[in-house]
């Protein structure tokens, strides 16, 4: 019997994603001023970045010098973090390991203050549904100016990872998501992303009573 013009399908396994615990993590580059205590905002070794939440401020002395609306700054600032599920999808419990800023620390019990828009510029930014921060962009002088994130569909990483798709597929298929930043319009303009199958997993940090400098890193996902 021939076999002429018969299909044959294989299978592709399904894909279980997880955070590279073994990969080395990824930093992308430095903005800001020397001063402040220094920060490492983690998401976890299993979660991701997945939004933003801080503080800026209408008018405020930092070192005898008195800001206004026209030169706003970013006064504190933290991740929203959520895990990444083994299908690629998002969890939906967003938490945030620590908010730094106005010579404060405040951990995840407070985060809900930040989750609602209020009153003296705080605020909060996330990804759209399924997406995850892969970037961040935004401006910085002696202090963080404005900031915001970028984020692309994280469900993606399993076609970019599979072995199946060619070694040099690793770009992102859909055009990453800028969300506005929030701040000032002082500072020289910054725009980090993370290089191929990375996420954000957290930020480093220097505050004192506002945010002086930011650093984000990545992190690899993996499947098995």
């Known amino acids: 019997m021939s076999r002429q013009g018969a299909l044959f399908l294989v299978p592709i396994p399904a894909a279980n994603l997880h955070v590279d615990t073994s990969a080395a993590l990824s930093t992308l580059p430095a903005h800001g ?3 402040g205590l220094p920060y490492s905002l983690d998401c976890g070794a ?3 970045m997945v939004g933003v939440a801080g503080e800026t401020r209408e008018e405020f002395t930092v070192g005898g010098i008195t800001y ?8 504190r600032l933290g991740p929203v973090c959520a895990n990444l599920e083994s299908d690629g999808s998002i969890g939906g419990v967003k938490t945030s390991p620590m ?5 404060r620390v405040t951990t995840d019990g407070e985060w809900n203050g930040f989750y609602s828009e209020g009153t003296g510029g705080i605020y909060h930014q996330l990804c759209p549904e399924g997406q995850a921060v892969v970037g961040i962009h935004g401006a910085a ?12 569909p994280a469900i993606e990483v399993a076609s970019r990872l599979s072995p199946y798709n060619s070694a040099n597929d690793l770009t992102r298929m859909t055009d990453p998501v800028t969300i506005d930043s929030r701040g000032g319009p002082g500072g020289s303009y910054f725009y980090d992303i993370c290089p191929g199958n990375r996420f954000v997993r957290g930020i480093n940090v220097q505050a ?3 945010v002086d400098k930011v650093q984000a890193y990545c992190s690899q996902v993996g499947m098995s």
């Open 99 to 103: 908010i730094v800023g106005r010579d």
């Open 68 to 75: 206004s609306s026209e030169d706003n700054i970013v006064y």
């Open 141 to 152: 002088g002696k202090y963080l100016d404005r900031f915001g994130i970028i984020c692309a």
């Open 208 to 210: 004192g009573s506002a």
């Open 46 to 48: 299993h979660a991701v």
């Open 33 to 35: 001023g020397p001063g």
